[in-house]
């Protein structure tokens, strides 16, 4: 539990977060981790843990718990409300959400953790206006129905996570010390997604790397441990009720995504890009390769970086990315068209 400082009731701690400093960024806290061992929550306990960070963490225990005897482990549902009450038994001073994905979920989390600094993954998706860039507080969220908070669809999934900033909002009206994070597309290594791996893959294996359109698809990504980063410094220096867009402070397009990767495997490309015409040659369209959008989806990352935040230079970021894809075996090859299909385009394309 957070103690107010002398004179202060906790009702002021909660209204001032300012009173809340980590002793030597996290030494004798005590963190709790709700996922934690697939991607960026594997990334989050890594970055409490070098933050002099107690931590335990919080799941159902189907996958491999990489941190050993370094953490503790409460075995539990997040959607079960009785498991959550055991793990908020803890009493973390940080709880980072890492796997929330209903409002209701987050609620429940609020509630269960009030006397704690609660941090939650929203999205990038979360907002509903297209605009460059998108900013917190600026820029429309997505409404979200009753009907689609319960949902789990993709196309529900930038509701749910707008609805879910809303319930952070909400409560820190309230008192309770609460606030999002906003990541759009994350890389980096232990990416279950694989969205990434599949350029990494078709660059590491191929001479010619086919990309939509005309290879200018603006699409801001983040580096894992930067949204890791952003979770621990927002746990400890973020306002209640605040949303923070978390992203890489460059943003190559598509092609040049292509050639950073080419230079970080230390391998030469061809590449070709293909317009929507060329690609229905293999009954191809553009969104059916990974990161494309029709639109720039560019967030402003100017809040967070004034706590103190930096981004990790794309070229570094890609280097370690890079080292963990080739010692994996993951491919991404299901997330985009075969490499069948691009042949035939580059084939079509070879007799222009």
């Not at 009954?283 to 967070?304: C, G, I, K, N, Q």
Request: glycine content about 8%; overall charge negative.
């Amino acid at each position: 539990m957070f103690r107010a400082p002398a004179g202060l009731t906790n009702e002021h701690h909660r209204r001032f977060p300012t009173t809340f400093v980590p002793a030597t960024s996290g030494s004798g806290m005590n963190a709790l981790v709700i996922g934690g061992t697939r991607f960026i929550g594997r990334h989050t306990v890594t970055e409490l843990l070098d933050s002099g960070y107690g931590v335990t963490v919080f799941n159902r225990g189907t996958h491999d718990n990489p941190f050993g005897e370094h953490v503790e482990h409460v075995e539990g549902d997040r959607t079960e409300r009785a498991d959550l009450e055991r793990a908020a038994e803890r009493d973390p001073d940080v709880v980072v959400d890492c796997v929330a994905y209903h409002p209701g979920e987050v609620r429940t989390a609020i509630e269960l953790f009030d006397d704690s600094r609660y941090v939650v993954i929203s999205s990038g998706a979360a907002y509903g206006s297209e605009e460059i860039p998108k900013r917190e507080g600026e820029t429309a969220l997505h409404d979200c129905t009753a009907e689609q908070a319960t949902d789990d669809s993709q196309e529900t999934y930038g509701p749910r996570k707008a609805e879910i900033d809303r319930v952070v909002s909400d409560a820190a009206a309230h008192g309770v010390e609460a606030m999002s994070v906003r990541p759009p597309v994350v890389y980096g290594p232990h990416d279950y997604t694989e969205r990434f791996d599949y350029w990494l893959d078709r660059v590491d294996n191929h001479d010619r790397v086919l990309v939509p359109g005309d290879g200018d698809c603006l699409r801001h990504l983040v580096f894992v441990e930067d949204v890791a980063r952003a979770l621990r410094i927002v746990a400890e220096e973020g306002t209640p009720g605040a949303a923070y867009n978390v992203g890489d402070r460059r943003l190559p397009i598509l092609s040049e995504w292509i050639e950073l990767v080419a230079d970080a495997l230390d391998t030469e490309v061809d590449i070709v890009t293909a317009n929507e015409r060329e690609l229905a040659a293999a009954d191809l369209a553009l969104d059916d390769f990974p990161l494309y959008r029709s639109y720039p989806h560019v967030l402003d990352t100017h809040r967070l970086s004034a706590l103190g935040w930096e981004a990790t230079p794309i070229e570094e970021a890609l280097a370690r990315t890079v080292d963990e894809h080739r010692a994996s075996d993951r491919t991404g090859r299901e997330n985009g068209p075969d490499r069948e299909a691009e042949e035939r385009v580059l084939s079509v394309l070879d007799t222009l």
